[in-house]
């Protein structure tokens, strides 16, 4: 194996939850989160030859595993729907109560919502970027990820709210 694939290898080994949290973010269902995650790995690969080194590994994943997934959306949006008769079957967090075993189902269901936009802001958001790196990463100014981002949440709360669960 060349040099430059086991550096990718390894650096996307340690990075590889911001796929799957990109991946939940975007798709609804385990088929097509595993499509997009292999999609978003192939996309970085294919890029990872332009990466400068001038921001964080990290950072830069983030930009291409989003816009990736904006665009793998929109191409799955315009199929036509697909009835599935298997079970979605999630791996479950043994830590997790059923209470937020519950809050997070109200979360997931609420997001996907969200336009692709508002998702990448709340998945951002709860990746603990700042307002500016929000901004940075969307291409926006700091301020306008600020108001986005607040807009974003309140909307979030409603469509909880609407959803029958009671904060």
Do not use: C
Not at 44 to 61: I, N, P, R
Not at 94 to 107: R, V
């Amino acid at each position: 194996m060349e040099i430059l694939e086991k550096e990718f290898l390894h650096k996307l080994e340690l990075h590889k939850g911001i796929i799957h949290k990109v991946a939940k973010m975007y798709m609804d269902n385990a088929e097509d989160r595993a499509d997009l995650f292999q999609e978003i790995i192939l996309q970085l690969w294919k890029a990872y030859g332009s990466f400068k080194g001038e921001s964080q590994f990290s950072s830069w994943m983030y930009r291409v595993a989003l816009n990736t997934a904006l665009i793998y959306f929109k191409k799955e949006r315009k199929k036509p729907d697909k009835h599935r008769i298997e079970q979605d079957l999630d791996v479950k967090d043994e830590t997790q109560t059923e209470d937020t075993e519950s809050q997070l189902e109200y979360f997931y269901e609420a997001v996907q919502q969200l336009n692709a936009v508002e998702k990448a802001l709340i998945f951002l958001f709860l990746e603990g970027q700042s307002h500016k790196e929000i901004g940075k990463n969307l291409g926006i100014t700091e301020v306008n990820a600020r108001v986005k981002l607040n807009r974003t949440k309140d909307k979030l709360q409603q469509l909880i709210k609407q959803q029958g669960y009671e904060f």
